[in-house]
């Protein structure tokens, strides 16, 4: 077994008695105080995110010559400098690579920021595509992301860094100056809640911790809560939700595809739009406070038509929740369905994402 990597904070969440396990290779902090504590956190106040494990790359060079353009799903050379899109690295059959994000840092200059376990393949896959004479590196081990998200994050950074970092709209980002090195902070995040990504250098990030921690406002929040929070606003988990043999078209995330463009996977997209899809993402809501979990069977009306691909018990609605994969014609809202695994069984119900609808995101 390859042995796990740590982030530059792994003595940190050893002395904070931090639960850690394997997550995408690394050794990652799961809960402090617990999931549900750290959950309220977030949707109260501030919470805390090591999210080091995140890998960055950078691209210098021309954006269409050197053949960015045509590596996602949606247009780099359309992104105006400072703001940062959302999309997908597919695969030849239209299956996703990875999800990631892509931020215009100038002209020439974009940073692709990926999940941890895609790291190396996503890297290896990106640079077969650009032609000769642009500059991509992997700076994923020189680099620290910190993530502060819960509507009190914007009053904690400003007052810590000025005011520049509270006029950031949602999804643009500034280049600045943080313990007196460069850095990036961008509004964006995963929870549904206001939130910022900081971006650094790695050997600041211990210092940066600590000093957002010092404010009585902020408490550190592991992976089991940013997974509750992530699925209650309905963002999907690579590796669980989409993967290379699931395509956005059947997870729902059609809106983050651009056909006016070139892509790796596109004729296989059209294909799909024109002949129909064997499987789509479906939500539901549980009749009780159970938790539907990975893997579990989703059955309508007797048969199993599709399987659960992530689920939680959500603190904010007081009932399981969760998404899966179903026969198109069974994601009707309003369907009863009934979720099964072995002797568990629990009625549910298809609703309309997300399931929480109140927070901070936007504020």
């Given at each position: 077994?390859?042995?796990?990597?740590?982030?530059?904070?792994?003595?940190?969440?050893?002395?904070?008695?931090?639960?850690?396990?394997?997550?995408?290779?690394?050794?990652?902090?799961?809960?402090?105080?617990?999931?549900?504590?750290?959950?309220?956190?977030?949707?109260?106040?501030?919470?805390?995110?090591?999210?080091?494990?995140?890998?960055?790359?950078?691209?210098?060079?021309?954006?269409?010559?050197?053949?960015?353009?045509?590596?996602?799903?949606?247009?780099?050379?359309?992104?105006?400098?400072?703001?940062?899109?959302?999309?997908?690295?597919?695969?030849?059959?239209?299956?996703?690579?990875?999800?990631?994000?892509?931020?215009?840092?100038?002209?020439?200059?974009?940073?692709?920021?990926?999940?941890?376990?895609?790291?190396?393949?996503?890297f290896a896959v990106i640079r077969s595509r650009l032609k000769d004479g642009a500059l991509?590196?992997?700076?994923?081990?020189?680099?620290?992301?910190?993530?502060?998200?819960?509507?009190?994050?914007?009053?904690?950074?400003?007052?810590?860094?000025?005011?520049?970092?509270?006029?950031?709209?949602?999804?643009?980002?500034?280049?600045?100056?943080?313990?007196?090195?460069?850095?990036?902070?961008?509004?964006?995040?995963?929870?549904?809640?206001?939130?910022?990504?900081?971006?650094?250098?790695?050997?600041?990030?211990?210092?940066?911790?600590?000093?957002?921690?010092?404010?009585?406002?902020?408490?550190?929040?592991?992976?089991?809560?940013?997974?509750?929070?992530?699925?209650?606003?309905?963002?999907?988990?690579?590796?669980?939700?989409?993967?290379?043999?699931?395509?956005?078209?059947?997870?729902?995330?059609?809106?983050?595809?651009?056909?006016?463009?070139?892509?790796?996977?596109?004729?296989?997209?059209?294909?799909?739009?024109?002949?129909?899809?064997?499987?789509?993402?479906?939500?539901?809501?549980?009749?009780?406070?159970?938790?539907?979990?990975?893997?579990?069977?989703?059955?309508?009306?007797?048969?199993?038509?599709?399987?659960?691909?992530?689920?939680?018990?959500?603190?904010?609605?007081?009932?399981?929740?969760?998404?899966?994969?179903?026969?198109?014609?069974?994601?009707?809202?309003?369907?009863?369905?009934?979720?099964?695994?072995?002797?568990?069984?629990?009625?549910?119900?298809?609703?309309?994402?997300?399931?929480?609808?109140?927070?901070?995101?936007?504020?």
């Amino acid at each position: 077994m390859d042995q796990l990597q740590s982030t530059p904070l792994l003595a940190e969440h050893e002395r904070l008695k931090a639960l850690l396990a394997p997550f995408g290779g690394w050794n990652m902090p799961i809960q402090y105080e617990g999931i549900i504590a750290e959950h309220r956190w977030c949707r109260e106040k501030a919470a805390l995110f090591d999210i080091c494990h995140m890998g960055e790359f950078l691209y210098q060079g021309d954006i269409e010559a050197g053949g960015l353009e045509d590596v996602f799903t949606f247009s780099v050379k359309s992104i105006p400098i400072g703001r940062s899109r959302y999309g997908f690295l597919l695969n030849d059959a239209g299956g996703v690579i990875d999800d990631l994000i892509v931020f215009r840092l100038g002209e020439e200059e974009a940073m692709i920021v990926v999940n941890a376990a895609t790291i190396a393949n996503d890297f290896a896959v990106i640079r077969s595509r650009l032609k000769d004479g642009a500059l991509f590196a992997n700076v994923s081990a020189d680099t620290g992301k910190l993530d502060l998200q819960g509507p009190l994050a914007r009053q904690v950074l400003v007052e810590m860094f000025g005011p520049e970092i509270g006029q950031i709209p949602y999804f643009k980002f500034i280049r600045t100056t943080l313990l007196g090195v460069e850095a990036i902070v961008s509004r964006t995040g995963y929870t549904g809640e206001l939130g910022y990504e900081l971006f650094l250098p790695a050997d600041k990030v211990v210092e940066l911790w600590n000093l957002l921690l010092a404010d009585e406002r902020v408490k550190p929040a592991g992976l089991g809560a940013r997974d509750v929070l992530r699925l209650e606003v309905g963002y999907s988990l690579y590796g669980s939700d989409i993967d290379e043999v699931t395509t956005p078209l059947e997870a729902g995330l059609g809106a983050f595809v651009n056909f006016d463009k070139a892509f790796v996977g596109k004729e296989a997209l059209l294909k799909q739009q024109q002949q129909g899809l064997d499987k789509v993402k479906v939500a539901f809501q549980v009749g009780s406070r159970r938790s539907p979990r990975h893997h579990y069977e989703i059955c309508f009306e007797g048969e199993a038509v599709g399987t659960v691909t992530s689920g939680v018990f959500s603190p904010m609605l007081g009932c399981g929740v969760g998404i899966g994969f179903v026969r198109p014609d069974v994601a009707v809202l309003g369907a009863p369905l009934t979720i099964r695994h072995e002797k568990v069984s629990m009625e549910a119900t298809v609703v309309e994402l997300p399931f929480y609808k109140d927070g901070s995101l936007r504020s």
